[in-house]
């Protein structure tokens, strides 16, 4: 007889190998410190190039003494229960009201997780006669929310995918669902792409989603608090805030705390706040976590400093790893993806990579196949506005030794280049 836990014991699944081996170095290793530039990483101090702390605003003091306070007069319980049943307060409120001003929408509303919010969200609107359109690209809750929604009939709506920030794609996809089209089409993309550090076509897709009447979700999970004016996000940044339907953001990144939202129409708002079974049935967001999010929200807003301080701290690392030969993603957001060819060798290179950085001082997230084409490693760097330009100078220093100790060649051919264009056009 089969045991639902054999699987347990072999090397499958994700990471499997790593998981066989019991390896807390490349997978799950253990970070201690507060977020920031420099984390010690098993024993060892590195530059951290691997948090998404963009505006530098993870242990910043007075929000902490917000959440201090809010812990005196709530503790860890408060709120108890769903929103829907006792766990609704008047700061719930407040802050939804502040984020929808925030992103200029009517109405916005709280998840505890950006990824259960996307998945809420999604799975709430779209039911067996609906056709989401999804960026190849797009974060896994955007795709787990796609492939998770089903409606009352217990039939799902269609997914179907778009080549990455291909509009051509976009609009054969919009025009083949036309044809038959029984329900409602959503279109679902990341702001900035997460991994890959590019933007999606926003003025592309809002443009086509009028002209073939299709709503427009984005999960800007990577662009609030970084784009646009006061950060209010990439649809901002592009123009188009007012021609997108759900504008969703996580505080897990810029905001540096925990939870997401959603902003749209007040309708829109209040379906989704009735029907999200991510929300209805799980506690409300704490406490600690809404006081301290007012404000962090202020801060957000009044953060043009630290944003600039982000940007050009990503302008430096580019420039200096650049100078060394690699070849480094399009900069629309501070996001630094940078390739390193493998050829052949795929598991070594990055592995070899990695652990020298590591032990060398430098912490940042490898990336290989399926993610990106074979025969490259990424190294996906996030740049912040913590870091100084000692920080940059001293990693652009590590990957030159590991350069010339490791005699690992950074350059690019045609091929490899044009596999990486490949990631970013789809
Ligand atoms: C694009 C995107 N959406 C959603 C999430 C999930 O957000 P959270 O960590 O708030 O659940 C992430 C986090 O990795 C993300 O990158």
Redesign the pocket.
């Known amino acids: 007889m089969i045991d639902i836990f054999d699987k347990c014991a072999t090397d499958e699944g994700y990471f499997g190998r790593f998981r066989a081996a019991k390896d807390r170095f490349f997978t799950l290793p253990v970070l201690d410190d507060i977020p920031g530039p420099r984390m010690n990483c098993q024993g060892k101090e590195t530059i951290m190039w691997s948090v998404?702390n963009y505006i530098g605003l993870a242990g910043d003091a007075d929000i902490q003494e917000a959440a201090i306070q809010a812990a005196r007069t709530w503790s860890v319980s408060g709120p108890m229960g769903s929103r829907m049943m006792s766990g609704t307060t008047q700061d719930h409120l407040n802050l939804e009201k502040a984020l929808a001003a925030y992103s200029q929408k009517e109405d916005a509303f709280l998840?505890n997780?950006?990824?259960?919010?996307?998945l809420g969200i999604v799975t709430s609107l779209c039911g067996p006669d609906d056709v989401l359109i999804v960026d190849k690209l797009?974060?896994?809750?955007?795709v787990d929310a796609a492939f998770s929604a089903k409606g009352g009939q217990g039939g799902r709506p269609m997914v179907r995918f778009f080549r990455h920030n291909d509009m051509a794609d976009l609009e054969s996809v919009l025009k083949s669902v036309n044809k038959t089209r029984k329900g409602g089409v959503m279109i679902l993309c990341?702001?900035?792409?997460?991994?890959t550090g590019d933007l999606a076509d926003l003025p592309g897709i809002t443009a086509l989603a009028r002209r073939y009447e299709a709503r427009v979700f984005i999960?800007?999970?990577?662009g609030i608090g970084v784009m646009g004016t006061q950060g209010r996000g990439t649809a901002d940044f592009f123009g188009v805030q007012n021609d997108i339907d759900i504008y969703?953001g996580?505080?897990?990144?810029a905001f540096a705390s925990?939870?997401?939202y959603s902003a749209s129409s007040e309708q829109v708002r209040d379906w989704i706040a009735f029907n999200s079974r991510t929300q209805v049935f799980a506690k409300a967001l704490p406490m600690i976590y809404v006081k301290a999010l007012q404000l962090t929200l202020e801060k957000i807003i009044a953060g043009n400093d630290r944003r600039a301080l982000m940007w050009e701290r990503s302008r430096r690392l580019r420039e200096k790893l650049s100078a060394l030969g690699l070849h480094i993603g399009p900069g629309e957001s501070p996001i630094c993806a940078v390739f390193i060819p493998a050829g052949e060798h795929l598991e070594e290179i990055i592995m070899r990579v990695l652990t020298y950085l590591r032990q060398n001082g430098v912490f940042c997230t490898g990336v290989m196949w399926p993610v990106i084409p074979p025969g490259l490693v990424m190294l996906r760097m996030i740049p912040t506005a913590a870091h100084s330009e000692a920080d940059v100078d001293e990693t652009a220093e590590i990957f030159q030794s590991m350069r010339d100790e490791l005699k690992i060649k950074f350059a690019l051919n045609e091929e490899e280049i044009a596999k990486v264009r490949k990631i970013y056009r789809g």
């Open positions: 998404n998840f997780y950006g990824y259960m919010g996307v797009a974060h896994a809750c955007i990341e702001g900035v792409y997460g991994m999960d800007d999970a990577h969703f996580t505080f897990a990144k925990i939870g997401g």
